[in-house]
């Protein structure tokens, strides 16, 4: 389709010659140089049609041509379009993919709105120079090519000065060194453009996700100051980039039309002495003047193609990341737990900084054990190397003698259920957030699990029911309703594992005791890792574990924890003076 359309522009040109000379003019055209036969040939048959009769099939292949340039032009955009919607489409889901790859803390070190920022923008950005970019390099350089054919065959049949042709050949360098150095600066400003567009996707992820805690503080002037100053400064960088951009064509466009000019000059006093077709300077002109517009817009060609490079290089970062957490080639499927899981020397350390070291104990199949400790001593890390959040930086964690790094990831995460302080919900149905994870599960059995997680009355208090949408993070619900739909979740998964991580540390009285009767329902035959800060929700631990700077330093039940007198007696004793 590009090189039909350019085709039909090199004809328009090469029509000027009979129109000018043979129907205004009156004159058959006249070669003076050399042409190919088949040119010739076509030259004497225009020059025995009368100019009037002429004129008239000049006019229906005028408008043939151009219907057809037309034609060509809507399927080339088209088609183009399509391409870079499915280039932009599969980058997207590559790159959704790779996310779903990456371990938990890459998220625990890069912000959820410069990844956002990523799909969004930086697709974006690529998109936009394949619809205008790619287009545009292959279309104007075709035209480019096809304008200068016609200016040489123009030169060569009507034996056109070679000074014509060198004044010609001046455009090229002119325009195309200072927009190679435009386009360097351009590339550079992108990159902070991306940066900054990453920082108002955080600021305005962060600020409506708290915006209670916002209106709580009554930070409304504080934040909207904040992002008018990321906004203002992401305007003043884009102004940079629209500053270049804008500054190529018009440049481009000048030395274009000075160029012509002289010709124009030179050209003008040739026809005046009858050295030279009038028809024939008027197409050299035309063809001259038609290389201004593809050198423009290949200007900007090159802007857009630095802005796309600065965001692929940014993609391809995510892309190239390699995930800490990998699969072993020779890993097993963990069909069943039956005897214990085993923490054997285990260290951890995070950005260089110890949070666990030399962990040692084991869990029999169908204890609870707890682990309690102060804030920060790394309870739940301990707890996140179980599903392989997290690796040991030595040491080795066992279910039934086999290291968990042996093990593959699918069926390790299969048989383990977590329950955390902060229940993740999604904006979807009641229905679809329980059976999440298990989406072939009759609906009968969805019932029994709320029942079991004393979900059930609730639920069918809301205004569908079970095909109630629950909002963002599932925000129309209370806490501890949100608290019972995530245990009713996790009692249909029915993992033989499960961490409850401080689950109840956030709730009122009343939906406490109603999570707490469901987790207790939920603990029936399973092995438990528990974390609490309450004491009083692990008086059913078959072995509490104390931590004190990430070292285990009491390991009991309570009875014999209480006896020594030690760490866990201290911080019994606080909470219940």
């Known amino acids: 389709m590009i090189l039909s359309s350019v085709f039909t522009s090199g004809v328009s040109i090469g029509m000027i010659i009979p129109l000018v000379d043979r129907v205004l003019g009156g004159k058959p ?10 040119l010739k040939a076509l030259i004497i048959r225009i020059n025995s049609i009368p100019p009037y009769r002429l004129l008239n099939y000049m006019i229906f292949w005028l408008i043939l041509v151009f219907m057809l340039k037309a034609l060509f032009t809507f399927f080339q955009s088209y088609f183009m379009n399509d391409a870079s919607q499915r280039v932009v489409r599969d980058i997207k889901e590559v790159l959704y993919s790779k996310f779903l790859t990456l371990p938990i803390n890459y998220f625990d070190t890069n ?147 000075v160029t012509a000019v002289f010709i124009l000059w030179f050209g003008g006093k040739e026809v005046v002495l009858g050295r030279l077709s009038l028809g024939a300077f008027i197409a050299y002109l035309a063809a001259l003047l038609s290389l201004v517009r593809p050198f423009n817009r290949l200007s900007r060609v090159y802007g857009v193609n630095q802005q796309a490079l600065a965001a692929a290089t940014r993609i391809f970062v995510i892309l190239d990341t390699e995930p800490l957490i990998t699969q072993s080639k020779d890993a097993v499927e963990l069909s069943h737990f039956k005897e214990k899981i085993e923490f054997k020397d285990v260290s951890f350390n995070y950005d260089g900084q110890e949070v666990l070291k030399d962990i040692n104990f084991s869990v029999k199949a169908g204890d609870i054990i707890a682990v309690v400790g102060p804030s920060g001593v790394g309870k739940t890390t301990l707890v996140n190397l179980i599903p392989r959040f997290y690796d040991p930086l030595k040491g080795a964690i066992l279910i039934d003698g086999k290291d968990i790094r042996e093990i593959t990831l699918k069926s390790l995460r299969e048989r383990i259920g977590i329950v955390t302080q902060e229940t993740i919900l999604f904006n979807d149905t009641v229905f679809a957030n329980i059976t999440y994870g298990r989406l072939d599960i009759p609906r009968q059995a969805v019932f029994e699990a709320a029942k079991v997680a004393n979900a059930h009355d609730f639920i069918m208090r809301l205004p569908r029911q079970y095909d109630t949408i629950l909002g963002e993070r599932g925000f129309k619900i209370s806490g501890g309703e949100r608290q019972r739909v995530a245990i009713a979740r996790a009692v249909l998964k029915n993992p033989p594992i499960l961490i409850l991580d401080e689950a109840t540390s956030q709730l009122d009285s009343e939906s406490e005791l109603l999570v707490q009767q469901a987790i207790e329902n939920l603990m029936r035959g399973r092995t438990v890792f528990l974390i609490a800060h309450r004491l009083s929700t692990i008086r059913h631990a078959s072995k509490i574990v104390v931590l004190e700077n990430g070292r285990i330093v009491e390991m009991g039940t309570q009875d014999e924890l209480l006896e020594k007198n030690g760490a ?9 003076r």
């Open 29 to 38: 055209i006249v070669i003076t140089g050399y042409i190919p036969d088949f």
């Open 111 to 257: 912000r959820a709105g410069t990844l956002v920022s990523r799909i969004t923008y930086d697709a974006g950005v690529i998109q936009n120079s394949i619809t205008e970019g790619l287009t545009d390099l292959i279309y104007h350089s075709l035209q480019i090519l096809v304008c200068l054919c016609a200016i040489f065959i123009i030169k060569v049949a009507f034996s056109i000065s070679w000074f014509f042709l060198l004044v010609s050949l001046i455009i090229p360098p002119l325009v195309v060194l200072p927009i190679v150095k435009i386009g360097r600066k351009l590339r550079k400003i992108s990159r902070q453009s991306q940066e900054k567009m990453a920082d108002i996707n955080t600021m305005l992820y962060e600020t409506i996700t708290g915006m209670r805690i916002v209106k709580a503080f009554a930070m409304e002037d504080y934040e909207r100051n904040r992002f008018i100053q990321q906004n203002n400064q992401f305007y003043k960088i884009n102004m940079k980039s629209i500053k270049r951009m804008i500054a190529i064509g018009p440049f481009s466009e000048f030395i274009g039309i």
């Open 568 to 576: 866990y007696k201290r911080y019994y004793a606080m909470q219940f």
